[in-house]
């Protein structure tokens, strides 16, 4: 009988510390997969010498999702007439990406809302200037959220953040 009470308090003890650590690992991996999605969007403008844009989509087919990155977003080849056109034209979507747990938070910092962002046969970003991403999984403790920079360059960084 006392070890089985032992056993309680140390599993009550743990499966908090465990959710946690689950959600801080989830949070990292939410941030990595969006890192990859923009990396892979940079190599395909430059591989096929054309614009290549990455938007929040909430289908994978297209850029239905206004602003709601947290949903899910697609990279794709972009149509618009010009690398500083206002608006992306979906033409073929090379990948897409989910986050199907519900619980991501996905925040582009910049003075407007951005629903996409562009990078240019050159590799660098089009219309927009530098931008700054920040990514969480909602329960994250420390600093497991992630912020994502994105030089107009096209060079892309990662940092740790708080959750807070």
Known sequence: MVAITVLAIVVAVAVPSFTDMINNYRSVSLAEDFVSG?????????????NVSVCASSNGTDCAGANNWSDGWIAFTDGAATEK???PVVNTVLRSWS???????????QNAATNFLRFTGMGILGRFTPTTINSK???CTGDSARSIGVARSGVISIAKASCE
């Open 38 to 50: 923009l990396n892979f969007a940079r190599s395909e403008a430059v591989k096929r010498g054309t």
């Open 85 to 87: 056109a206002g608006a």
């Open 99 to 109: 986050f199907e747990e519900g619980n991501a938070v996905i925040n582009v910092n």
């Open 137 to 139: 999984v909602s329960g």
